[in-house]
């Protein structure tokens, strides 16, 4: 197991993430991408500029030539990778986590998020390291056009004429995230009515919490009701996920949000897609009657994007509300996935959409395990029980059984004392009883 690295980067609060291992990190990261060129981008955390300076300190220390985007959201970061032919990147940011956690997230030359499996090789080099040669030691660049061309290039993969001619009435909740400096734009651009909440970028995450859950987005409900808006938008604090509030106001979860986008992309070109073993259903179902297949992954972008990295998949995404689009980049792109829905608004309201889509409901529970030792004991419980009732069973990430038009996973947190236990049904009622008896399975009872 990796010691620092998590399933998206090394994560932590300003006391665990400390300028020194910060580093430490980024000399090793830079000899992993070959002290080749590294792209640096950070959200506005108060901690980010600090962090910044030990990060751009330690590639520069190991002969990397360093690009700095400086403030960027991570689908714009990670855009560039391609775009100015960077070997890897490194973007200071803590994606929905409150304020005072900060995070390095790990991008290589593809595209593809470093994993902790990854990872572990980054942190075995550190402390190991050797300086580059004085001479090697570069100043290091900026470049500030990153936001405008990451808007030019999801200009060109929607159709902005038809936005348009329909001024759609949008609310957008940037939640003082870095979505604030992209989407009111892109928006303005496409020709909508746009009232923005939460539009100020701020490190104190003042408006909201920066995960776009129900909960937290209960004003930009009221607002979408209020000014009988076509919908809302909110992103997380890095703006890699999206969710959306319909015509009626009513909160529209991730996994909808990716299902609608399968829907809208089979209906236009053939190809497999790639979701983790805990989104829902709805997406292989639709996937399936257009005639194409569903590859599982681990759960974690990382994973989504080594799948699409093979070339099989047209489009992926994860339960949270992220989407892969591999015609922009490898990563999951809050801001194409905004304006691909916002598209699909232009033939019919999001409200009628969501009748298109099979109805699955989704429960979710945890069970506290003081240990690894433990953590397996649970899991090896559920998985003997699935065995034994011969049930369909994927054993990708935890294990997962699949029930006629339900299914079931228990899987061990990768970062915390717990084995979740997920279960999605077709009813509430049947999810919660799908759930019940899983946890008495996997608690031994
Ligand atoms: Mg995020």
Known sequence: MAKYFGTNGVRGLFNELTPDLALKLAMAIGVFFKRGKILLARDARLTGECLKHAVVAGLQSVGCEVVDLDFAPAPTAEFMIKKLKADGLIIITASHNPPEWNALKVVDGKGVTISWERGEEIERMMGNVAPA??????????????????????????????????????????????????APKLFEELGCEISIINGKVDGHFPGRPSEPTEVNVAVLMQEVRSKGADAGIAWDGDADRVIFVDDLGRFVIGDKVLALCVLWKLGKQKGDIAITVSTSKAAEDIAQ?????????????????????????????????????????????????????????????????LKDIPQYFNVKTKIEAKNEEEKNKIVQRVRSEMKKRKLKTMEIDGVRADLDDSWVICRPSGTENYVRVFAEAKTEE???????????IAEGK
């Open 289 to 353: 009657k257009a005639g194409n297949k569903t590859l599982y992954t681990k759960i974690g972008a990382p994973y989504l994007s080594q799948e699409i990295a093979k070339g099989h998949a047209i489009i992926a995404g994860e339960e949270v509300g992220g989407v892969i689009w591999p015609e922009i980049s490898l990563a999951k792109d809050g801001f194409l996935t905004a304006a691909k829905m916002v598209e699909m608004i232009c033939k019919k309201p999001l409200s009628a959409w």
């Open 133 to 182: 040669e004085w001479d090697k030691v570069i100043p290091a660049k900026t470049y500030d056009r990153s936001i405008e061309e990451h808007i030019a290039a999801i200009g060109k993969l929607i159709n902005g004429d038809e936005i348009r001619k329909r001024k759609l009435k949008l609310v957008l909740d940037c939640g003082n995230g870095m979505s604030a400096l992209i």
């Open 430 to 440: 049947k999810a919660k009883e799908l759930l019940e008896e899983w946890k008495k």
